[in-house]
């Protein structure tokens, strides 16, 4: 369901691994291929869980080695309790998710500090895709309206006002583009939103 | 793929009693089991595997004088297949109470001279536990690389994990729980009031007289089976297709599920023992290591040490994937390592005997894991 074994985005974890400190307990929602999981591991001796709904990805999840759990976050993390893990990740996911909000208040529930990406919909070329009367297809959002499994669009500043609501504080927020930070007008210019939140 | 071939039972005798959970001890009793592949030099490569209700210690292969009648997960087990028996030892071993060699209730109470029958002793998940546990030391195995199980076997894998936390290091669960239901209690009861009250049953001591309570053992096995089968495969394979067309206007076999049962439960009762089902259904309904910390699973499960695989089939209804997610949350708790897959399978419960890539891929997988440990120097 995530994306995270697209190919670009390993500069994208290595930059938000930054973010996750030595030996945490680990949830990262939308696994994927367990790519994410299985370099914390390795390289931070971190420990934790992933959680994919795609059988394809649950199997791959297993052929690395991570402990992955077969769920459907669409429903909740009623899995895990309160307060259970040090970060909660959920990288290129959130806008596959119906019920963003429940979610998110899900992922503060059990998380103490949360690492939340999904791709910038006012990246400027959108921008430009929409002037034009067309929504936006590209690299970030290589899909047509009609298939795409991104069914919530947001931007940087939505996903802000979100974040408050449920009660997250965002400690960091980046745009990166090809896995690097965009500091000048990171709204307009990165393709994949970043942030760092904490209850 | 290729079968692991010809393979024959061996069997072990225990002098020294055996305490039983019920407070009954049983002495002089056998063990009959079998073992596929190649013990390594440090014996770390040893993988347990527990049988359900009708199964036995004959898990993969075929015997000399049967060569086209295979073990029961042979699709799972064998050279090449996703418990691979080119890398790991396995070993099946049939239960006490069982009807195919161990000790059971068809055998000779040294004390009496006469059949066991009824009065062989009530046994439990967790003394066939005890009871591998002993095969395990004789066979210099202190420690498994996994121990596993579908359903019955399932629930012996997790006992394993609890009683003996330092001698697995890893638990493969399929399609189990860790205790049944209400409505699953009520099934097998069905089955055993079918058996009890079969006038050929004679409180148990049917050997003495000749016959068997065939009867009790078909419908026995007419109700278990319907609970293994999804109401899709049902409907899918047999519908309300008609024996011969038409409504017969009697009782007898009009529809062709009728048939199909019938004969299930035929068969069944022509190699199954009597008092065996009596014996394993009340293992199945007495197993809950909850109880013992007051229903909390996180504290039953809080001295293990290996780490999980468990898997559900999403048409299971008799060990839902409701079940196996309850132990998962108990695990995820204490923080152990497990992984959880629940396998869109269409089966029902008989989906874990069953062939499908997604399940063997996953179960393979996760051996490779088992393996890497064993070969990297991890597997001790």
């Known amino acids: 369901m995530s994306s995270h074994d697209s190919t670009n985005l390993r500069a994208d974890l290595a930059f938000i691994s930054r973010w996750v400190s030595e030996k945490a307990h680990v949830l990262d929602v939308g696994c994927g291929d367990g790519v994410m999981l299985d370099y914390l591991e390795s390289s931070k001796h971190c420990t934790g869980y992933g959680i994919e709904i795609a059988d394809d990805k649950v199997l791959a999840s297993t052929q690395r080695g991570i402990n992955v759990i077969q769920l459907d976050m669409e429903k909740g993390l009623d899995l895990f309790p309160d307060a259970a ?6 990288l290129s996911s959130l806008q596959m998710m119906k019920n963003v909000e429940g979610l998110l208040r899900d992922i503060a529930r059990v998380g103490r500090e949360a690492i939340v990406s999904f791709p910038n919909f006012a990246y400027w070329p959108h921008r430009l895709s929409l002037l034009c009367g067309r929504m936006p297809v590209s690299k970030a959002l290589p899909h047509d309206w009609y298939n795409t499994p991104n069914v919530r669009c947001a931007t940087i500043s939505d996903f802000s006002d979100l974040a408050n609501k449920v009660g997250l504080q965002v400690l960091e927020c980046v745009a990166l583009q090809e896995g690097k930070p965009v500091s000048f007008l990171p709204n307009l210019r990165g393709t994949l939103a970043v942030f760092r939140l904490r209850k | 793929m290729a079968s692991i071939g010809i393979v024959s039972a061996q069997s072990m005798q225990f002098a020294a009693p055996l305490s039983l ?3 009954a001890t049983i002495s002089d009793y056998t063990l009959v089991y079998e073992t596929y592949g190649e013990l390594n030099a440090d014996k770390s490569n040893a993988v347990l595997v527990c049988h359900a209700l009708n199964a036995s210690h004959h898990v993969a292969g075929a015997y000399a004088d049967q060569p086209n009648k295979f073990g029961w997960w042979e699709n799972m087990v064998g050279p090449g297949k996703a418990l691979d028996t080119d890398r790991f030892f396995v070993i099946g071993v049939n239960n006490l109470g069982s009807c195919f060699g161990s000790t059971g209730p068809m055998h000779i109470n040294h004390d009496t001279g006469q059949p066991y029958g009824a009065d062989f002793p009530v046994v439990t998940v967790e003394d066939w536990v005890h009871s591998q546990a002993l095969l395990a030391d004789v066979l210099g195995i202190t420690q498994f690389a996994a121990v596993m199980g579908g359903s019955l076997g399932g629930m012996q894998a997790l006992a394993w994990s609890m009683l003996y936390p330092d001698r697995l290091r890893h638990c493969v669960v399929i399609a189990s729980t860790d205790k049944l239901s209400a409505q699953n209690i009520a099934f097998n009861d069905v089955a055993r009031q079918a058996i009890l009250t079969d006038p050929d049953f004679h409180g148990g001591n049917y050997y003495a007289y000749g016959v068997v309570p065939k009867r009790g053992l078909r419908v026995a096995r007419m109700i278990g089976h319907i609970t293994y089968l999804s109401n899709d495969v049902m409907a899918e394979k047999f519908g309300r297709d008609l024996r ?32 065996t089902y009596l014996l394993i259904t009340k293992a199945l309904d007495y197993f809950d290591p909850a109880a013992s910390f007051g229903g909390d699973l996180t504290q039953a499960l809080a001295n293990t040490k290996a780490k999980f695989l468990l898997a559900s089939f999403t048409t299971d209804w008799r060990f839902s994937p409701e079940c196996s997610r309850t132990v998962v949350q108990a ?20 989906a874990f005997l069953l062939e499908d890539p997604r399940y063997h891929k996953l179960v393979s997988a996760y051996y490779d894991r088992v393996w890497d440990e064993i070969q990297n120097g991890r597997g001790k």
């Open chain 1, 85 to 90: 893990f040090d970060t909660v990740l959920c």
């Open chain 2, 21 to 23: 959970q019920s407070g």
């Open chain 2, 331 to 350: 695990l995820i708790n204490n923080k152990r390592d497990v992984t959880y897959a629940e396998i869109d399978a269409q089966h029902g419960h008989d």
């Open chain 2, 244 to 275: 011969t067309g038409k409504y017969q206007f009697d009782f007898g076999v009009d529809f062709e599920i009728e048939s199909y049962l019938r004969y299930q439960g035929e068969k069944f009762s022509e190699y199954f023992d009597a008092n």
